[in-house]
């Protein structure tokens, strides 16, 4: 039954489309440790991952884009929307963004295109500028697309990280729609703390260093991570901003269905709940198969989580989120009734 706008509440962005793509190639834990000094048990207990997905040569990351955003596309019933924004850290050029690329892939050509850096916590970066182009009466319908093919940047043979990556995309569509409906974006707790931004980086290649005319070493040319101090502040933030998201939804903990984290390690999903008294089986667990990948994770768990009847309408969803910068974020949302393509 239509409801009248008053009934839905002030305007918001709705989530009316979810959509993922993982390219092809899958690669377990077993064949990486036929290449590097490495074993499935050390990463399935480290991490929680079992396998992964690796572009192909020749597989940019807006090839990963333009699938995902596509099948967002097919599940919103849309053929158009009025911008898309990107988030990546692998884009596929230094200049341009790749956004605009992907649109006209997906015949948006003229659409305002763009892309949002904020590594791990890309998507949610992504959703909140979305949401805010949608409230502001700017736009009624955006594609959201979070993609990342991080074993273009990290180093094949250095095992802290070429192990805990995967590519892959995830998208959804918002639409414009009242804040009560199920799907509507809530407000989106974000935060940044460049004083970090050395412990997850890619040193070489941008102004800072072809300032320069210091070749760069192999090292500061690929993916580098302070694994474990990594992992607190991810916990620490991760945790910190759910809460903000569960008390701006007026919900207790005890009432969150699912938390939908950045799928960076299993046992950081696990940190996070317990600090929020969210039970294990209400976290949602997708890097077992696809390992971290980046911005692409929180909209690739969701499409998993909703195909494999994880997740279902009505339920009460946590997104939260922590990465390179560093940047970190959460947002909560009653899960709609959506169509996944
Ligand atoms: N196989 C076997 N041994 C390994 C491997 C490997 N692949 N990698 C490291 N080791 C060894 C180390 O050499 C070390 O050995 P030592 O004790 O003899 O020196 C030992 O294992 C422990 O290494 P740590 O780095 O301390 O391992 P840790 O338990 O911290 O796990 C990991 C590493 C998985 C990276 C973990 O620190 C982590 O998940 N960190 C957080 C990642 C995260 O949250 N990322 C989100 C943001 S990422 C982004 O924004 C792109």
Known sequence: MPTSPSAQGARAAVVCGLGA???????????????IDTSDDWIRTRTGIRTRHFVSPGMPTSRLATEAG???????GLDSVD??????????????ATAPLVAHRLGLTGR????????????????ATAAALITSGAAEHILVIGADAFSTIVDPEERSTAVVFGDGAGAVVLRAGGAAEPGAVGRVELGADGSLADLITVRAG?????????PPSRADAHFSMAGQEVFFHAVTRMAGASRTAIADAGWRAE??????????????????????????????????????TAAASIP?????????????AGDRVVLSAFGGGATWGATALTWPDLKTA
């Open 255 to 292: 009432e969150v269905d699912r938390l939908v984290g950045h799928q960076a390690n299993a046992r950081i999903l696990h940190a996070v709940g317990e600090r929020l008294d969210i039970p294990r089986d209400r976290i949602v667990i997708h890097l077992d198969r696809v390992g971290n």
């Open 112 to 127: 305002p295109a763009f892309d949002v850096s904020a590594v791990c916590t890309g998507f949610l970066y992504a959703l």
């Open 21 to 35: 793509w993982l390219p092809p190639r899958a690669v377990d834990n077993d064949e990486l440790a036929s290449r």
């Open 83 to 96: 911008a898309v924004v990107l988030a990546t850290t692998t884009p596929d050029r230094p200049c341009p």
């Open 70 to 76: 596509a099948r967002a596309l097919e599940s919103a």
């Open 206 to 214: 941008g102004s800072e260093t072809r300032s320069t005319d210091v």
């Open 300 to 312: 690739l768990a969701l499409a998993h989580a909703q195909s494999t009847g994880g997740l279902g």
